[in-house]
């Protein structure tokens, strides 16, 4: 069974910085994205990186402030949050592909499985 588990949420005042990491387990991933889900709104993408970790995606929301990566294993991404604003609190999702082939996209649809979320607050 596939199974993606974020860690890493929690709370930090506006300008400050977190981290948020997702674990894959019951296959070896390629693309992963991360999206995050406001209350009362849509769930967006934020950021994804490719199977090998050399192409990158960022919604302009975000871009220049996240950083998203993975390791050599390619079974754990991670997303970097900087200078963090109210704006970006949300619950984190973590989501990865199930095809041999795949490009970094933002778009909801193209991804087979879902971890749980994980809760960042930033607050003012």
């Known amino acids: 069974q596939v199974q993606l588990v974020e860690s890493g949420g929690g709370s930090v005042q506006a300008g400050g910085s977190l981290s948020v990491s997702c674990a894959a387990s019951g296959y070896r991933s390629r693309c992963m994205g991360w999206f995050r889900q406001a209350p009362g709104k849509e769930r967006d993408g934020v950021a994804a990186i490719s199977t090998d970790g050399t192409i990158t995606v960022y919604a302009d929301s975000v871009k220049g402030r996240f950083t998203i990566s993975r390791d050599n294993a390619k079974t754990t991404v991670y997303l970097q949050m900087n200078s963090l604003k109210p704006e970006d609190t949300a619950t984190y999702y973590c989501?990865?592909?199930?095809?041999?082939?795949?490009?970094?996209?933002?778009?909801?649809?193209?991804?087979?499985?879902w971890g749980q979320g994980t809760q960042v607050t930033v607050s003012s």
């Open positions: 989501a990865a592909d199930a095809g041999p082939y795949c490009a970094p996209s933002l778009q909801r649809n193209r991804y087979d499985y």
